[in-house]
């Protein structure tokens, strides 16, 4: 026995904010929780968690890696890395890569680069058209029964605006229980925009990203898989429209999901007056009426998760003037602070509902059958630990992720996550990487 493959006791650690328990884990499954515990399995390595939360392992539905073809932003290792610093164990990476994730082989061959760094469970994510050019469907089906078994599927970074396209798609992944994960953004509406529509971008000479842009699309989108009766995901929503349109397709009875970004919880367009690139995304920040109508929406469960739309980027594309800037943040680091700053904190939500939008939810929406589970006796031990009580300044250079383009550098925040378990093994230990030994599997 290795100490990658130990035996773990992790003691006094509070399950979603209830009362302190051990947990012990053996062959990456919890084998025992309380009482029992310490006698469920020999020779364990200890971890105290004392004063510290236990969830279940965290669940990105929305992570840009880069690789292939961006590698000077990120990698697949850096990415995973980042994400279980972060405290999650599983990632779905999306599709605008170079080439694009729109063939089984190029799908797979993220799946194999996270297979080797073993940091989270990689899950492709396959594009929706062809080289994201919005004309002619992907290779949908052999995505689907790759070894990568893909159910997610977006152009994200683009959106799928062609009606007919978006109908096709929604009627083809309906046979095997895939679901379209839209980048709701009318681009007719939004040729050249920089930041949200309103009276402060008039002021700052930067062209205007109306919030019918996004709403527009959201609409249609429910409309059409209300009426193909097929499943649909909408990405990093952001206005207080767009909240109200999904609560109203949750009301019709459409399948549909929403997520929002850790950043439209927090941020607002006020920032984009410093001018810095920073602050530059997609889609952008928007008024502070809306970040608190994502709030609500997060809070009463029309949103149903979180995801971070990680988007890394390298530094020349970020230091540099507004309009040149890329758009995208970092936020896998930093994703659940942001929550305990805005929702914990503030009393919107428990740990129970942080387990729900950053783990189980986004787990089923992605179809990932050993990810998201409850913290209970035989669940695959997926696991973060979080010190929800330490504040820390957020410091760019310091992140694991390759890229220093957070835009929250500088602020502090609440919470830092301790320990990260994949499978029962230790990715994360004293809030820092595990890095394995040199001839493991975990490299």
């Not at 193909?228 to 549909?256: E, F, M, N, P, Y």
Request: net charge negative; aromatic share 4%; with cysteine.
């Amino acid at each position: 026995m290795t100490e990658q493959t130990r035996d773990i006791l992790i003691t006094g650690a509070s399950l979603l904010g209830g009362e302190p328990s051990d947990i012990a884990l053996s062959a990456g499954t919890i084998v025992a929780i309380g009482a029992d515990a310490r006698n469920a399995v020999r020779d364990p390595r200890i971890i105290d968690a004392e004063g510290l939360i236990a969830l279940p392992g965290l669940v990105d539905i929305h992570t840009h890696l880069r690789q292939p073809g961006g590698e000077d932003a990120e990698t697949v290792f850096t990415g995973t890395r980042a994400a279980a610093v972060g405290g999650y164990t599983a990632v779905h990476a999306m599709a605008n890569t170079t080439p694009t994730q729109d063939t089984a082989a190029i799908v797979d061959q993220v799946l194999r680069l996270g297979e080797e760094a073993d940091w989270v469970e990689v899950r492709p994510v396959g594009a929706v058209t062809k080289g994201l050019e919005g004309k002619q469907l992907a290779s949908l089906g052999s995505m689907a029964r790759s070894r990568s078994k893909v159910r997610v599927f977006s152009d994200d970074g683009k959106c799928v605006s062609d009606p007919v396209l978006m109908r096709r798609a929604l009627e083809y992944v309906k046979g095997f229980g895939g679901v379209i994960a839209q980048h709701s953004q009318d681009p007719a509406l939004t040729e050249g925009a920089q930041m949200n529509e309103s009276t402060l971008s008039g002021e700052l000479g930067l062209a205007g990203w109306p919030a019918v842009a996004e709403e527009a699309i959201i609409a249609r989108d429910i409309l059409l898989a209300k009426h193909v009766g097929s499943r649909l995901h909408v990405c990093h929503l952001s206005t207080a429209g767009s909240v109200d349109l999904v609560r109203w397709g949750k009301a019709q009875g459409v399948d549909i999901t929403a997520e929002a970004t850790p950043h439209h919880l927090l941020l607002t367009e006020q920032l984009a007056a410093t001018y810095d690139p920073l602050y530059k995304v997609n889609p952008p920040l928007r008024r502070a009426e809306d970040v608190e109508a994502v709030r609500e929406g997060l809070a009463d469960g029309t949103i149903d998760c979180i995801g971070t739309d990680h988007a890394p980027h390298p530094l020349e594309m970020k230091d540099c003037e507004w309009q040149a800037g890329a758009f995208g943040m970092t936020g896998l680091e930093t994703a659940l602070s942001v929550l305990i700053e805005t929702m914990v904190s503030t009393g919107r939500m428990t740990w129970r509902d942080i387990a729900r939008a950053m783990s189980s939810a986004p787990a089923r929406i992605g179809r990932l059958s050993d990810q998201g589970c409850e913290l209970e006796v035989g669940a695959p031990a997926n696991i973060t630990v979080v010190d929800p009580e330490v504040r820390r300044t957020v410091d760019a250079s310091a992140q694991w992720t390759s890229s220093t383009n957070t835009p929250y550098a500088g602020m502090e925040l609440p919470g830092q996550v301790m320990a990260t378990f994949l499978h029962g093994r230790p990715t994360v230990l004293d809030g820092a990487p595990v890095e394995a030994p040199v001839g493991s599997a975990h490299v």
